[in-house]
């Protein structure tokens, strides 16, 4: 069965080098044959340099981890499921770069986005019982003895999690013009090519709880003289549960397929030389085809101190309850992932430079598998503002 995962995989390898083998090689053999054109003056760069940033809501969904003993959770405190998320937001990093040859309308771009996140929190909730105080009499003379809580009703919750992403674009497409809105400087541009994108998550979570510690109380006779007696209430025992719970998870996928996408840019004041403004907007579809990998692991452990202490001088004896053991999970299976994407924005011009402002979205479904013990699909997604600069080379 082994030989075989590895087959799969080494075909994946080698898909995935194909792809990229030609396309690099497809746009190195046209920069070569059209390095001699260069020369000759243009009024627009052959080549733009992007570089950018976005700030992004993370779809990053995953079962939660809630073992049984949760239930059993005082309502004072608040659940450990809302402390046990991922992070919500992360910073992206991009590059691109494109080229159109002199007096072509085609444009070959290479694109990069990598961003990652992670999250640390470790939240204590506790009540503070105060102590029992006794009163009693020997001989006339009133004594006090006090007995000290030997834990306290508690919920504590340690979560650590992290993710990263890479995507990378290597595309190939055509100004197709369209007359659009009856600007000449109007541009639409249709590409089609390669997409390769990879996901990765950890998710480290420990949970220990009492969630019902008490005194337990009796009414005892108690001496008031050498001849009279009385009861009173006095404390013989303290009972409590010790709940342990934890859970390791690692996620990831890796896929490659064809992408398409159609970009397009209006101006609407002003001119390129003296300063521009242009509406930008576009669309992306890709399909990838990988292989989605979880591995888990979590385990219970219960402690129930139930004897009684007439004296108050120690917890006494428990009780270990062991959840049944549970396996490691391990999961492996190729999916097929389908990509949407869009943005919005505008971009201001000078010359051989550009800023860009807007908002931007990527959805892949269906990516990792964010179940525990089965597998459960969860969606991967990235949207936000963006930011970037770019300068043109090549006049």
Known sequence: MSELIQKNDNRATIRWKLLTGASALALTAYVSSTAMTWADDSS??????????????????????????????????????????????????????????????????????????????????????????????????????????????????????????????????????????????????????VRFAQFGSKTNISLKSDPDWHFIYSYLPTAISSFYFTTSKAVIGQLYHNNIAALRATRSFRGVGPSISWNASVPFAGNSKDGELTVDWGVNLAMLFGRQKTKTHHQTTRQYHHSVDLFGTGPGHSTLYHHPATPDHTRSRDVTVPNVGGFAGLTWRVQDFKMSFGYKADFFFNAIDGGIDTRKNENRAFYGPYASISIGLGD
């Open 44 to 193: 627009q760069p052959q080549i733009w340099i992007e570089l950018g940033g976005q700030l992004n809501r993370l779809e990053d969904g995953q079962q939660t981890f809630a073992p049984p003993f949760l239930a059993s959770r005082p309502s004072i405190f608040s659940p450990s499921q809302k402390f046990e998320r991922p992070p919500l937001f992360e910073f992206d990093e991009e590059g691109k770069i494109s080229l159109q040859p002199d007096d072509s309308n085609w444009v070959f771009s290479a694109g990069i986005q990598y961003g990652r996140s992670g999250s640390k929190r470790h939240v204590h909730q506790q009540t503070y019982p105060n102590k029992f105080v006794k009163y009693y009499y020997s001989s006339g003379i009133r004594y006090t003895r006090s007995r000290y809580p030997f834990g306290a009703k508690f919920a504590d919750t340690r979560a650590k999690n992290s993710e990263h992403h890479l995507i990378v674009d290597f595309q190939a497409g055509k100004d197709v013009g369209l007359g659009m809105f009856g600007s000449k400087d109007a541009t639409s541009v249709v590409s089609a090519g």
